[in-house]
């Protein structure tokens, strides 16, 4: 369990549902987007809303592949090889094809979610498998495709200019999962594009560098 940021009550644990929320909500909100939208700038990234997706469809196939492995690896990835198609451009694992257009992106982007929510269901809680942000369990995982998805959806909504707020309850527990140390009292969604450098927070500068932190609670 985590304390929540907000109120210090005990939060239920980041879960696949979860994931699977995150996701279709913001499938959702991306099969709205205008077409010749993709390829303009997400928000204050220097990627496009294309590569911000394709980046976000890789996060949540990277999460789900670490888990993978019988004996994950705990000081680096699986080693599966990455890419950029530009120098400023994402790092990638995957590509979603080009000719599919916009359809064929988000059947990507949910692909590769369906992917992190059966490995974060089926993986026993006491596997632990690396990330740069902490060797990191199951739910750490979880809240990590959280945070990804809801982040980044910040961006492309930025970009498109499309509304895009996700539920309170599920800020307040990626938050309360990957930022302990974040402020309580104000909006959790609000205090989730403070804690990933996105927003001011009322009494507190907006930050120029963060992490989370993906290591596994008692």
């Known amino acids: 369990m985590s304390r929540s940021v907000e109120t210090g009550s005990v939060l239920s644990p980041v879960t696949a549902d979860d994931v699977d929320l995150a996701v279709r909500l913001a499938v959702g909100i991306l099969r709205d987007a205008p077409a010749e939208g993709w390829g303009g700038k997400a928000g204050s990234l220097e990627w496009d809303c294309w590569e911000t997706a394709e980046h976000l469809a890789n996060d949540l196939f990277y999460y789900a592949v670490q888990l993978g492995p019988q004996s994950p ?52 809680p006491r596997v632990r498998a690396h990330h740069a942000a902490g060797v990191s369990d199951p739910e ?14 910040h961006d492309l909504a930025e970009g498109f200019g ?11 527990r990626m938050l309360a999962r990957l930022f302990p140390e974040a402020p309580g009292g104000a ?5 989730l594009l403070w804690a990933t450098g996105r927003a001011e927070l009322p009494g507190h500068p907006r930050l120029t560098t963060w992490r989370s932190d993906s290591t596994p609670r008692p």
């Open 73 to 124: 690896p705990l000081d680096t990835h699986v080693p599966i090889a990455l890419s950029q198609k530009r120098p400023d451009g994402p790092t990638v694992f995957l590509y979603a094809e080009r000719d599919a257009g916009p359809a064929g992106l988000l059947q990507v982007l949910e692909a590769c979610g369906a992917l992190l929510v059966a490995m974060v269901r089926t993986s026993p």
């Open 162 to 172: 499309l509304a895009w707020t996700p539920p309170s309850a599920l800020c307040s």
């Open 187 to 191: 909006d959790p969604w609000l205090t």
């Open 140 to 153: 750490g995982f979880a809240a990590l495709g959280v945070q990804e998805t809801l982040v980044h959806m």
